[in-house]
């Protein structure tokens, strides 16, 4: 932001004792300085609700990690092509195949995972289960559970900066319309003083 920018928006936000101002001029200043306010305010309010975020998801974290375990799956059927794959789905890497796998305890199952497209049977593909034994997604991580914090609490300032913005402009766009009607009004009056007509 320039210094001319910055000088601009001080004149507005804080008319003074500006003759020309008129009362629409500091109205715009006082929802300008209102912004602002509300703007630098929510910076520790979201901070604490990104902490909270991240104190949820570290709990999830740890019962992840100790739920989840990650075995080894063997494909017992070649994986689909990827030619026979719709434009949709080509867009992803991978695509289901029947596999075996066997969980910590010995217990040996069956069932569908992800595998590249044109995986051939007896590929042997690293998986994730779930306590049940049923393929899951892999475990969050603290630094996955950092991300999603720091994601909500940047998501959630900038909704509460958005909707004062969203204000300010509203308050401008309205005391512009006034202003305009009001010189329209005036030049109504003169306008046949000015012209003769």
């Known amino acids: 932001m320039t210094a001319n920018t910055m000088s601009r928006l001080l004149r507005q936000a804080f008319p003074g004792h500006n003759p020309l101002a008129a009362f629409g001029d500091r109205a715009e200043g006082a929802v300008l300085v209102l912004a602002g306010v509300v703007a ?22 740890a019962v992840e990690q100790r739920t989840r375990s990650h075995v080894d799956a063997v494909l017992v059927e070649d994986a689909p092509s990827m030619d026979g794959a719709a434009s ?22 069956k069932g569908v995972v992800r595998a590249p497209y044109g995986a051939e049977a007896g590929t042997t593909l690293r998986i994730w289960v779930d306590p049940g034994g049923e393929p899951t997604e892999p ?49 109504e009056l003169t306008a046949p003083d000015w012209t003769g007509r």
Not at 48 to 60: L, P
Not at 88 to 109: F, N, Q, Y
Not at 139 to 164: C, E, H, Y
């Open 88 to 109: 949709s789905e080509a867009l992803i890497e991978t695509t289901d195949a029947i596999a075996t796998w066997r969980m910590p305890d010995g217990v040996e199952r």
């Open 40 to 61: 630098l305010l929510a910076v520790p309010v979201t901070a604490a609700i990104g902490s909270d975020v991240y104190a949820t998801h570290e709990s999830r974290v």
């Open 139 to 187: 475990p969050m991580t603290n630094q996955g559970a950092l991300f999603n914090a720091i994601f909500s609490a940047l998501v959630l300032w900038g909704l509460v900066a958005g909707a004062m913005a969203a204000l300010f402009g509203l308050v401008r766009f309205v005391h512009m319309r006034i202003r305009l009607r009001w010189w329209q009004l005036e030049w």
